[in-house]
């Protein structure tokens, strides 16, 4: 054996495989309770939603104009008397054969009609009596929407694992649903570690010592973490030593389903993440084939009360670019699992767009690189110049990923794989 040459090391573990590996970990959370409709957005449906009605409630016009029965007008140009007026919210009587309804858009069909004629298609016959001349024959059922056309009674409206939106809200309140049951929330605690970090208006600009940054991580994490639908308990800045480390740790693992941290994760000495997981826990998947985010770890804190399943930790790496990017492939997924969503593409990376490259790559990288990159008005990327995981612009110039291949380069004009950012925070 030739001493000087070093140990081969293994090769780092897939993105694919990490993610599957870090979804394998995690089963959604028990709790369930009962929020109003109203804050319901981006909730987790506990239960399926059985519609006890239909909607719409009754057959009613689509539009302003007069209710008709199509055996009435067989020619353009008939000549109906208006017998009644309907307007939302009011129930109409049942309409005299020979003639028609005023009927506005929402009002309830009245029995006998089957038909509504749009008042662009109608002119009224001036004179005492209240009349309308027809200009087209109608066919039966226009401009009617069916009674149960939306939502069949009984039918499952919304499935328990949904992910709630804008849109499926207004469709449980269209059921008269006030509240909702759904997943509680996820509670994280969100550690960053760092001697050199400091808060933003704690010390100016011109008083920062040297070698000082200001904590940057903590506020995307944060924020990102609240649109996941977690209740956050920030706390703060851990200093780079291993009691410190210890005691926050297992101080958070009581009362959380997550700790998050950021930094302190990588091979150095002043990185005590690693260790003190593995003395409270265990720590079950180190480092992925990806760049940003090499340093990223998966493990558990037991609970020193005993008190349920060891507590989830996810240590992500220190540099800004990579936490944000580790947080959009994997802890995005992963939260989203803990809350109990069932839908497969949400588990999963958003589906990638193939759009030419406006740039080149010409050194491959061992590791899948995923490149900040924008839209621009030809169609193509442009990539942002400086692709260093230190540097935070790059995410905010950026309008999403390109998802490269380990070992490919790129070359002008070539289709790559575009992710957004609006799908990866959606
Ligand atoms: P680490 O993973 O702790 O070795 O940190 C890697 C790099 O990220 C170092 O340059 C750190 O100063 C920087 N870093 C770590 N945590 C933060 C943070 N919360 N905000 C901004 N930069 C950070
Ligand atoms: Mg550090």
Redesign the pocket.
Known sequence: MNASRPPARAPLMSLADAMTDLLGRVEALDAIETVATFDADRRVLAQDLVSALQVPPNDNSSMDGYAVRVADVTEPGKVLRVSQRIAAGHAGSPLEPGTCARIFTGAPMPAGADAVVMQEDTIEVGGDIHAVHIQAVPEAGQWVRRAGEDVTRGAVVLAQGERLSPASLGLAASLGLAHLPVRARPRVALF???D??VMPGEVPPEAMKPGA??????FF?RTLLQRMGCEVSDLG?VP?RREATLAALKSAAEHHDLILT?????V?E??H?KPSVQQLGSLDLWQIGMKPGK?FAYGTVRRESGKGAACHFIGL????V??FVTFLLLVRPFLLKLQGVSAAGLLALPPATLLPAHFTVARADKRREFLRVRRNAMGGLDLFPNQS??V?TSAVWGDGLVDNPAGTTIAHGDPVSYISFADLLA
């Open positions: 960053s570690t760092g050199e970090l940054i200001y904590n940057s991580n903590r994490l800045i780079d950021s930094g302190g994760v990588s150095g002043e990185d993440i340093p790496p220190g540099n800004p990579s936490s995981s230190g935070l």
